[in-house]
């Protein structure tokens, strides 16, 4: 299946400090990424929606000014939180937007996710 | 409203045997889509199976089928014949294609435990 990194896996900091997180994927063109995040024991909220070459799309509730995606590249979204506050810890999730061939030559519109990021902020 | 819903937050079931996940959806969409995802304690979201709205038959792969119900507006999940590496949380997701806007939605997971 497609493939789609995540880096870093797990980050602290400290209170007031800008975190970078880079989604790639690894094997494919994805003009469509997504940003995810969830609190332990819950469901994968949608932050944002990434375009290759647009502005992101973010949902309500998600501050963009916080949150700066930027999908600079085919294969290449990136999430910058900024001025983080022990709040925001959480695990963000990416995922890529992928067509694939199934059985019988079936196309499927799926979403490919990357392994995670631990933020934890002192 | 809840678009997704999966009234299961724990499962368990014995080595070897088949168990079925719930999941039930509400659109005003003619097109979407249904994901299952499988997320072991790792982290990481492993695609399952898929099943379009315009898709006669259920979908399959390998030990997982989804049940798709249109009218009820259930897609369920069955695994068959379990395995110990398939305890984890299940997820299941919506596509909805609103004006060529994709958006996902998720429940809640399901916890399953498979018990040697």
Known sequence: ?122 | AQKITQTQPGMFVQEKEAVTLDCTYDTSDPSYGLFWYKQPSSGEMIFLIYQGSYDQQNATEGRYSLNFQKARKSANLVISASQLGDSAMYFCAMREDSGGYQKVTFGTGTKLQVIP
């Open chain 1, 1 to 122: 299946g497609a493939v789609v990194s995540q880096h870093p896996s797990r980050v602290i900091c400290k209170s007031g400090t800008s975190v970078k997180i880079e989604c790639r994927s690894l094997d494919f063109q994805a003009t469509t990424m997504f940003w995810y995040r969830q609190f332990p024991k819950q469901s994968l909220m949608l932050m944002a929606t990434s375009n290759e070459g647009s502005k992101a799309t973010y949902e309500q509730g998600v501050e963009k000014d916080k949150f700066l995606i930027n999908h600079a590249s085919l294969t290449l979204s990136t999430l910058t939180v900024t001025s983080a506050h022990p709040e925001d810890s959480s695990f963000y999730i990416c995922s890529a937007r992928a067509f694939i061939i199934g059985h019988g030559g079936r196309s499927t519109d799926t979403q490919y996710f990357g392994p995670g990021t631990r933020l934890t902020v002192l």
